[in-house]
């Protein structure tokens, strides 16, 4: 009885701090007046950085024209502003903690705003590239310090929330992008990719200075030499990306020279980030296995979901007739899967269920889409492409939101910031890595699908085309030959689209091992930032 008696005294004893507890735990790290509102000012200003990163590539021949380029030298125009993005990215943590993240974010939207109108009013490619690269290094933080503010400024019971609300954004703006930019060329003019920018981020703008906190600022020592090493492999890579289609990849020495910096600049920043005592990414990120795993799935995801929206467009227009409004309508569903299935992720995770399993499920379902979408020929109707993109999408925001929260549910808030700058970086690099080796590999599969598909054509159909046929109708035989060569041609490059689809398959499942290394816990555990850092 004694026993019995002594232990509800015990367990009510115990649980008598927990509401204050509970309730400490469960607060905004900085709480704000209105909140519903900055999250609409926050998202204004990611949505327009997202859309900027695929908005301008249907503009590129009309800018080739615009500003006197030749074809080799317009892609510039995406290559500078994805270069500099990349390079600035890793910056984002140790400007927050120096400047303040609303000094910095509000900075950032106000320079990609000014740098959006010198890009509309550039006159020549030299001013572009220019103005492009300003626009990149403005708006590389915009994504990650949206992410982060708007966790900080909600209580974390509520993350899975505004996680599917940020990440909705990240996933539907590159498929708007395009479709919105054909819209704006074909009907206005290519230099309103850019001006619509400034509506959308005076906005922004107007409701980040009225409702974003301020936070604290750390006198955190900045490391010049990690942040010059991991600049040059930014750099190398986006530069082996873009000119190795050009020089045919490792058959330039070129390419070599990008390979060997890439190498020795990630050899030599890995050492000099374990000896410094202030390296330029805190090393308790790499130390927690979540946030590790959550980066390798980021590559991963970027690999596969950039570089399916890369080779759509071309394909639904180039291969299977559709305008440039039809073809971003058949990519919608997928906007339209992301939108449901983040609700129902985030609805799921608030009550409990494995984060593991919506993960594990999600990409599972995004290599399903990817097996449908392999199966296709140029015949595929609506019905079959609008369907796989449902499940695609469906399937991304299943896994891409529980990944986004377990990354930062064992994340200290002070490390929120340059966290979210490191998972959007390695997203980045997957999704350029995924779109240039995609694209060199439907160009290298066309080629040898076409000499197949050649060296298979019927003999007696040969036969009848030989010189003397040619020779005897003229421009009819030549005219009939051309019509052929056009048919193996279209027949080569679907071969290749499904070659690239099956690779891409096989690429997101083997995704789901990783999956079962993350440590779900039931709700964040917060520790606090050392004295002095």
């Known amino acids: 009885m004694a026993s019995g008696a002594a232990s509800p005294l015990g367990r009510g004893s115990r649980r008598e701090p927990q509401p204050a507890s509970t309730a400490i735990e469960d607060s905004p790290r900085y709480p704000v007046a209105n909140h519903g509102l900055l999250m609409i000012g926050t998202m204004l200003a990611a949505l327009i950085q997202v859309l900027d990163s695929t908005i301008a590539n249907v503009a590129l021949p009309h800018m080739q024209s615009a500003l006197g380029a030749q074809p080799d030298t317009v892609t510039w125009v995406l290559t500078s502003y994805i270069i ?276 594990g499920t999600g990409t599972a379902m995004l290599g399903y889409s990817l097996y449908m979408m392999s199966g296709w020929s140029l015949d595929v109707d609506r019905y079959h492409i609008i369907s796989s993109g449902i499940i695609m999408g469906f399937g991304t925001g299943l896994a891409f939101l529980p990944i986004n929260v377990t990354a930062f549910a064992t994340l200290a808030p002070h490390l929120r910031a340059e966290g979210s700058s490191l998972l959007n970086l390695f997203r980045s690099v997957g999704s350029s890595i995924g779109i240039s080796v995609m694209m060199a590999l439907f160009s290298r599969n066309v080629q040898v699908s076409h000499s197949d598909l050649t060296s298979q054509m019927d003999g007696n159909f040969a036969g009848m085309m030989d010189v003397s046929t040619v020779e005897r109708y003229q421009s009819i035989g030549e005219t009939a030959l051309t019509v052929v060569n056009a048919e193996i041609s279209r027949q080569a490059a679907m071969v290749a689209y499904i070659d690239d689809f099956h690779l891409m398959m096989w690429l997101a499942i083997a995704n789901i091992p990783l999956v079962m290394m993350l440590k779900v816990q039931s709700r964040p555990t917060f520790t606090p930032p050392p004295s002095g850092h």
């Open 84 to 359: 500099a993005s990349a390079v600035a990215l890793p910056l984002t943590g140790w400007l927050s903690n120096r400047v303040g993240t609303r000094r910095l974010f509000i900075f950032s939207v106000s320079g990609f705003i000014i740098t959006s109108m010198m890009c509309g009013m550039a006159q020549n490619l030299e001013e572009m590239v220019i103005f492009r690269a300003m626009q990149g290094v403005s708006g590389a933080f915009i994504l990650p310090l949206s992410q982060s503010s708007m966790l900080d400024a909600t209580r974390p019971s509520k993350h899975a929330q505004i996680m599917a609300l940020w990440s909705l954004g990240v996933i539907v703006g590159p498929i708007v992008g395009p479709v919105l930019g054909g819209w704006l060329t074909e009907n206005w003019n290519w230099r309103w990719i850019f001006y619509v920018n400034v509506p959308l981020g005076v906005s922004a703008l107007s409701i980040l200075i009225a409702q974003l906190p301020k936070s604290e600022q750390t006198a955190r020592p900045f490391d010049f030499v990690g942040f010059i090493l991991v600049a040059a492999a930014l750099a190398a890579l986006q530069m082996l990306l873009d000119r190795g289609p050009q020089i045919d990849w490792f058959d330039a020495t070129e390419s070599w020279i990008y390979l060997g910096i890439i190498l020795s600049a990630i050899w030599v920043a890995l050492l000099h980030f374990i000896a410094v005592d202030h390296p330029l990414f805190d090393r308790r990120l790499f130390a927690d296995l979540n946030f590790t795993i959550a980066m390798i799935f980021m590559v991963a995801t970027g690999v596969v979901m950039f570089a399916n929206m890369a080779l759509l467009p071309p394909l639904l227009q180039t291969l299977l007739g559709y305008d440039t409004i039809d073809a971003g309508i058949l990519m919608m569903p997928r906007g339209i899967g992301v939108l449901v299935s983040m609700q129902v992720a985030g609805w799921l995770v608030r009550r409990g269920v494995d984060a593991r399993l919506l993960i």
